[in-house]
């Protein structure tokens, strides 16, 4: 047999290797869809429950109401009002996302009726106590990753993407995160969180999804595990509200000084 | 007083039939003086209650509003520091390109932590506590336009609010006790002079800037000694007619804050300039756990030097903030301002520390050690104290 046909022969196994997309492209072109999915809600508000539990079952509670409004080329916009614990009652928290520039947040005290801008390095910091980091709830833009598609699989019955993903931006806790996500409607059931070290830190499950406007999907509930300490963080949502018509007015330093 | 709990007493039953929400605290303080007093007729230990409910009903999808926010206080010795004030009650209007505030407000300017120099509006309710934070209510107008370059507040300010100071019961006073009857004004509209301010303000990339006027009633004081009618010497308070511009600047980048006030004041003797400028570096997440570290100092300055009715004309304030981030939002900011001529130094602790959903529980502490006689903080070098405050909130 000819040399050259032998190479050939040899190659062959490997040509639908080459041609198809790599698991990173896999990985890339997943969250596009997700993000592309999900474009086009414009604002949105939510009142938003947090039931924390230390280790021994003991509970507190925060209750929070947010606004977001959603920004074409950049992150979104948010406003979050804080109504428990009644000592921080009326304290509001302005924040102007972006994909991989720090994100731009101010802090609304109302006994000193002081605006503060405040850094945003502490994106691995606990939101208020719980168990989700400010980067769990910051929103999700498909700059802020890399990604990598594990394998497909099914989830409680639904087939799912598993995908990995390594956070692109500054000051992150986490090495890298596990998301399963559901083929059908493209949104997380289930993040795994793991630490610098590469230790698992946290696992966080997404529940009873619902579509608003028609094909925007929200859950009701959020859980969170912390693996290393035993706490955990419940947190539900309800009476989102979407196309209420708030504009960039109702995210600015005057519209957080007058908030309630 | 009277009438006035009266009127509180109506509108606690007339409110809930018109909606909106209350919500507030009720606070128990005990302050602790290690020390006896410097000065005759003060007194020691010291118990203290406060109450301060706030009313909130917004209407028009929520582009108007209004609140209604009184304060009182009992105290156990000081007759000066037992009062009643009003803090808001005020209506507001918001539009897209403007919102108009009417009644009693607050307003806060500024960016630094050791002082708040820029800071104007508001009267200083000195008789709660001598970090000037807590103010009087002020009546007003104010107009804010929101445009594109930033916001402009128009003030119009129709009646002043004289400074509140401690009785001769008090501590942290100075030895002779200020006498508000004896009060004298440069204008003779007294405090029915109408003060007016503009303030510009805009957030642009890393920046946060404000630059303000105000022109009218000086809330700082200056004290003349004078004899009243039965020959005994008093300190009167006297509120000169005043110009002062000032600019707030604060850089916000990474873990850095760097932050600087200045302000330039006409009217009250010669013209003098002031300024506290610094930085508030944080290091987020400390030995792999949740907590923040912050580190601040802080140069603060006076250009009338020994003659400034401040004790802070070239001093060094140097502090850290530790925030625990726990389910309790456990907090401890601490630091020295130290005067770099008499080498004077004062030490604040604040710290707190949340019980319950409803139970806060809160520290102070201000020690004062080696300031020279002629220094203005020499007054308090017996008043060092411990306060402990229990508050429940609703």
């Known amino acids: 047999m000819n040399k050259w046909l032998l190479t050939l022969l040899l190659l062959i196994p490997l040509l639908p290797e080459a041609l198809a997309e790599t698991a990173q492209e896999k990985g890339l072109a997943i969250a596009v869809e997700m993000d592309q999915r999900d474009t086009g809600w414009g604002d949105m508000t939510a009142d938003m429950q947090m039931i924390l539990r230390n280790k021994r079952g003991d509970e507190s509670l925060r209750e ?176 989102y509200q979407f196309g209420t018509g708030l504009s960039d007015r109702d995210f600015d330093r005057n519209a957080l000084k007058r908030t309630r | 007083m009277q009438r006035l709990t009266r009127l509180l007493l109506l509108w606690l039953v007339v409110t809930p039939a018109m909606g909106g929400e209350w919500s507030g605290y009720v606070s128990g303080e005990v302050r602790l003086f290690p020390n006896s007093p410097a000065y005759p007729d003060q007194r020691g230990d010291n118990l203290s209650f406060s109450f301060e409910p706030q009313y909130y009903n917004e209407w028009d999808n929520g582009k108007q509003s209004f609140t209604f926010t009184p304060f009182l206080r009992f105290d156990q010795r000081d007759d000066e520091r037992t009062h009643f004030d009003i803090r808001e009650l005020t209506w507001l209007k ?53 445009r594109d370059f930033g916001t402009i507040d128009l003030f119009l300010l129709p009646y002043f609010r004289e400074r509140t100071f401690p009785g001769k019961n008090g501590r942290l006073r100075i030895p002779i006790p200020v006498d508000k009857d004896l009060v004298q004004y440069e204008s003779g509209a007294r405090e029915r002079h109408v003060d007016s301010a503009i303030r510009w303000s805009n957030s642009i990339d890393i920046w946060d800037i404000g630059l303000s006027w105000f022109h009218g009633t000086s809330r700082d004081p200056l004290l003349i000694p004078v004899l009243d009618k039965r020959g005994t010497l008093k300190l009167a308070p006297r509120y000169d007619i005043i110009d002062q511009v000032g600019l707030d600047v604060q850089a916000t980048q990474g873990s850095w804050l760097w932050k600087l006030e200045m302000i330039r004041r006409g009217g009250q003797g010669k013209s003098f300039t002031a300024f506290t400028g610094g930085f508030e570096y944080t290091f987020y997440g400390i030995q792999d756990s949740s907590a923040d570290l912050g580190v601040l100092l802080e140069y603060l300055y006076d250009s009338r030097d020994d003659a400034a009715p401040t004790p802070f004309e070239d001093d060094v304030f140097a502090g850290m903030r530790l925030a625990l981030n726990d389910a309790q939002s456990t907090e401890v900011l601490a630091g020295f301002i130290i005067d770099r001529n008499d080498g004077g130094a004062t030490f604040n602790l604040e710290a707190s520390r949340r019980l319950s959903d409803n139970w806060k529980l809160e520290v102070e502490a201000r020690f004062f050690n080696g300031y020279e006689r002629t220094d203005p903080a020499y007054t308090f070098r017996k008043d060092d104290y411990v306060e402990v405050k229990l508050s429940y909130h609703f």
Do not use: C
Request: charged content about 30%; cysteine-free; glycine content about 4%.
């Open chain 2, 94 to 146: 918001a539009a897209t390109d403007w919102e108009l505030r009417v009644g009693v407000r607050k307003v806060f300017w500024g960016v630094t932590e050791s002082r708040h120099l820029v800071d104007i509006i508001n009267q200083t309710d000195l008789v709660e506590n001598i970090d000037r934070e807590e103010k009087l209510g002020q009546p007003m107008i104010n107009l804010a336009l929101i």
């Open chain 1, 64 to 239: 929070i109401r947010v606004k977001s409004l959603e920004m074409a080329n950049d992150g979104d916009k948010s406003l979050t009002i804080f109504d428990r614990p009644r000592d921080i009652k009326g304290t509001a928290f302005l924040s102007f996302t972006h994909a991989l520039k720090p994100d731009d947040q101010w802090l609304y005290l109302p006994a000193l009726k002081r605006v503060k801008r405040i850094s945003s390095s502490n994106k691995s910091g606990p939101f208020m106590g719980s168990e989700f980091a400010y980067e769990d709830l910051s929103s999700q833009e498909v700059e802020k990753y890399t990604y990598k598609w594990l394998k497909n699989d099914t989830l409680d019955g639904r087939d799912v993407f598993v995908v990995e993903r390594y956070p692109a931006y500054k000051h992150s806790g986490y090495k890298r995160m596990i998301v399963w996500i559901d083929m059908k409607i493209y949104k997380p059931l289930k993040l795994e969180f793991y630490d610098r070290k590469n230790a698992l830190l946290k696992t966080l499950t997404f529940h009873d999804y619902k579509p608003y406007l028609e094909k925007y999907y929200r859950p009701d509930r959020m859980e969170m595990k912390n693996h290393q300490t035993g706490k955990s963080t419940t947190l539900t949502w309800a009476d």
